[in-house]
């Protein structure tokens, strides 16, 4: 079983930045980890890929997030982080942790992002 503890969201102006952490945690295999990620939820809207980060470090962004969006992952510490830049009020929005592990999708509780103009 995994558990996912997320941190780093909260309340920014437009233009400003926040790092999200998600840490997994139980018993665990850091090489059974295929894929960790952030998705997220705004309002009225379905859930969207923010981006992911595959065990080999290659990543991939939602459309028009990369260049202001960075995912990173430390294998050591089994945490992947959202690094999220120039933030706009259209960026707010419930952001989930998604973690692929020995084949099955494990999620976290969701950490609330909110931009203000």
């Known amino acids: 079983q995994v558990q996912l503890v997320e941190s780093g969201g909260g309340l920014v102006q437009a233009g400003g930045s926040l790092r999200l952490s998600c840490a997994a945690s139980?018993?665990?295999?850091?090489?059974?980890?295929?894929?960790m990620g952030w998705y997220r939820q705004a309002p009225g809207k379905q859930r969207e890929l923010v981006a992911y980060i595959s065990s080999d470090g290659s990543t991939h962004y939602g459309d028009s997030l990369k260049g202001r969006f960075t995912i990173s992952r430390d294998n050591t510490k089994n945490t992947v982080y959202l690094q999220m830049n120039t933030l706009k009020p259209e960026d707010t929005a419930v952001y989930y942790c998604?973690?692929?592990?020995?084949?099955?999708?494990?999620w976290g509780q969701g950490t609330q992002v909110t931009v203000s103009s």
């Open positions: 139980g018993s665990i295999f850091s090489i059974s980890i295929s894929r």
């Open positions: 998604n973690v692929v592990y020995d084949y099955r999708d494990y």
